[in-house]
Protein backbone atom coordinates (compact mmCIF):
# COMPACT_ATOMS: atom_id res chain seq x y z
CA UNK A 1 0.00 0.00 0.00
CA UNK A 2 0.99 3.31 -0.48
CA UNK A 3 -0.35 6.48 1.25
CA UNK A 4 -0.40 9.97 -0.63
CA UNK A 5 -1.43 13.16 0.93
CA UNK A 6 -1.14 16.26 -1.15
CA UNK A 7 -0.78 19.97 0.14
CA UNK A 8 -0.41 23.29 -1.44
CA UNK A 9 -3.78 23.94 -2.99
CA UNK A 10 -5.67 27.84 -2.31
CA UNK A 11 -7.00 30.65 -4.17
CA UNK A 12 -5.07 32.32 -6.29
CA UNK A 13 -5.69 34.94 -8.57
CA UNK A 14 -5.78 34.53 -12.25
CA UNK A 15 -1.28 34.51 -13.60
CA UNK A 16 -0.51 33.31 -10.49
CA UNK A 17 1.65 30.06 -9.45
CA UNK A 18 0.94 27.54 -7.21
CA UNK A 19 3.14 24.70 -6.08
CA UNK A 20 1.62 21.37 -4.87
CA UNK A 21 3.18 18.56 -3.13
CA UNK A 22 2.95 14.83 -2.77
CA UNK A 23 3.89 13.27 0.18
CA UNK A 24 4.31 9.38 -0.35
CA UNK A 25 4.22 6.87 2.45
CA UNK A 26 4.34 3.20 3.37
CA UNK A 27 5.72 1.06 0.41
CA UNK A 28 7.76 2.69 -1.59
CA UNK A 29 6.87 4.59 -4.65
CA UNK A 30 9.87 4.56 -6.39
CA UNK A 31 8.78 1.91 -9.16
CA UNK A 32 5.49 3.59 -9.70
CA UNK A 33 4.74 6.20 -12.27
CA UNK A 34 3.38 9.22 -10.54
CA UNK A 35 0.45 11.71 -12.30
CA UNK A 36 -1.05 14.35 -11.33
CA UNK A 37 -4.94 14.71 -12.28
CA UNK A 38 -7.81 17.65 -11.71
CA UNK A 39 -11.42 16.88 -11.35
CA UNK A 40 -13.49 20.58 -12.24
CA UNK A 41 -17.16 20.53 -10.73
CA UNK A 42 -19.29 19.01 -13.65
CA UNK A 43 -16.17 17.72 -16.02
CA UNK A 44 -14.56 13.99 -15.65
CA UNK A 45 -11.17 13.49 -13.97
CA UNK A 46 -7.96 14.10 -16.29
CA UNK A 47 -4.36 13.44 -16.21
CA UNK A 48 -2.39 16.98 -16.82
CA UNK A 49 1.07 15.63 -15.67
CA UNK A 50 3.09 11.98 -15.24
CA UNK A 51 6.55 11.39 -14.36
CA UNK A 52 8.02 7.70 -14.72
CA UNK A 53 9.61 6.05 -11.84
CA UNK A 54 13.24 7.31 -12.94
CA UNK A 55 12.05 10.54 -13.58
CA UNK A 56 13.23 10.27 -17.40
CA UNK A 57 9.92 10.30 -19.01
CA UNK A 58 7.39 13.34 -18.03
CA UNK A 59 3.74 13.62 -19.79
CA UNK A 60 1.77 17.19 -19.86
CA UNK A 61 -1.60 17.46 -21.21
CA UNK A 62 -1.82 20.10 -24.32
CA UNK A 63 -3.25 22.22 -21.89
CA UNK A 64 -0.83 22.72 -19.49
CA UNK A 65 2.06 22.55 -21.68
CA UNK A 66 4.56 25.01 -21.07
CA UNK A 67 2.85 26.14 -17.68
CA UNK A 68 3.03 23.26 -15.44
CA UNK A 69 6.07 21.41 -14.73
CA UNK A 70 6.14 17.86 -12.40
CA UNK A 71 8.86 16.57 -10.55
CA UNK A 72 9.73 13.61 -7.89
CA UNK A 73 12.50 12.92 -5.53
CA UNK A 74 12.39 9.34 -4.71
CA UNK A 75 14.68 9.64 -1.99
CA UNK A 76 12.07 11.84 0.02
CA UNK A 77 9.37 10.16 -1.57
CA UNK A 78 7.78 12.89 -2.57
CA UNK A 79 6.44 14.41 -5.88
CA UNK A 80 5.31 18.14 -7.10
CA UNK A 81 3.39 20.18 -9.40
CA UNK A 82 4.54 23.64 -10.38
CA UNK A 83 1.83 25.74 -11.73
CA UNK A 84 2.24 29.18 -13.30
CA UNK A 85 0.74 31.70 -15.56
CA UNK A 86 -2.75 30.07 -13.53
CA UNK A 87 -6.19 30.62 -14.93
CA UNK A 88 -9.79 30.22 -14.55
CA UNK A 89 -9.95 27.05 -16.11
CA UNK A 90 -7.65 25.27 -13.87
CA UNK A 91 -9.62 25.48 -11.16
CA UNK A 92 -10.49 21.97 -9.85
CA UNK A 93 -9.65 19.80 -7.08
CA UNK A 94 -6.03 18.06 -8.20
CA UNK A 95 -5.12 14.77 -6.74
CA UNK A 96 -1.68 12.81 -7.17
CA UNK A 97 -1.79 9.46 -7.64
CA UNK A 98 0.46 6.04 -7.79
CA UNK A 99 0.66 3.45 -10.92
CA UNK A 100 1.85 1.52 -13.47
CA UNK A 101 2.09 3.65 -16.45
CA UNK A 102 3.18 7.06 -17.37
CA UNK A 103 0.57 7.78 -20.13
CA UNK A 104 -2.16 5.80 -18.63
CA UNK A 105 -5.88 6.33 -17.52
CA UNK A 106 -7.29 6.85 -14.34
CA UNK A 107 -8.20 2.98 -14.24
CA UNK A 108 -3.89 2.72 -13.95
CA UNK A 109 -3.21 4.38 -11.25
CA UNK A 110 -3.86 1.79 -8.19
CA UNK A 111 -3.34 4.57 -5.00
CA UNK A 112 -4.60 7.89 -4.66
CA UNK A 113 -4.53 11.14 -2.55
CA UNK A 114 -7.75 12.63 -1.02
CA UNK A 115 -7.08 15.81 -3.57
CA UNK A 116 -6.13 19.46 -2.87
CA UNK A 117 -8.39 22.73 -4.29
CA UNK A 118 -6.81 24.93 -6.34
CA UNK A 119 -9.29 28.15 -7.25
CA UNK A 120 -8.23 30.99 -9.97
CA UNK A 121 -9.76 33.75 -9.51
CA UNK A 122 -10.00 36.05 -12.43
Known amino acids: QVQLLESGGGLVQAGGSLRLSCAAS????????MGWFRQAPGKERELVAS????????YYADSVKGRFTISRDNTKNTAALEIDSLKAEDTAVYYC???????????????WGQGTQVTVSS
Open 51 to 58: ISWSGSIS
Open 97 to 111: AAGNSVFGRSSDYAY
Open 26 to 33: GRTFSGYA
